[in-house]
């Protein structure tokens, strides 16, 4: 049984910073796709960042430069270190495994198999 666990979240002030970790179970991690999606209230889900089996990443526009993925294939765990955080990032962060094309990019949820239950990220202004 696969399980992607979020954890890190929180409420911070803007300018602040935040890792989130995402902790997987029964998943050949080393050879799946990690990526982050957030959805905020009344939005829809939206793609943050990716990291391939080949530790290519991938950033939406909107956080480019100021999140950073990352992957410790040891601890089956996935990071997405946040800097300088902005009211905009208030959402709903999940981590998602894709496991049929581990190494192209994805930037939509529809190829992702699993996902996790989500952690709520607060950013006041």
């Known amino acids: 049984q696969v399980q992607l666990v979020e954890s890190g979240g929180g409420l911070v002030q803007a300018g602040a910073s935040l890792r989130l970790s995402c902790a997987t179970s029964g998943l050949t991690f080393s050879r799946s796709a990690m990526a982050w999606f957030r959805q905020a209230p009344g939005k829809e889900r939206e793609f943050v960042a990716e990291?391939?089996?080949?530790?290519?990443?991938y950033y939406s526009d909107s956080v480019k430069g100021r999140f950073t993925i990352s992957r410790d294939n040891r601890k089956n765990t996935v990071y997405l270190q946040m800097n300088n955080l902005k009211p905009d990032d208030t959402a709903v962060y999940y981590c998602a495994a894709e496991t049929d094309l581990p190494g192209l990019r994805h930037v939509i949820a529809e190829p992702y198999d699993y996902w996790g239950q989500g952690t709520q990220v607060t950013v006041s202004s």
């Open positions: 990291i391939t089996y080949t530790i290519y990443t």
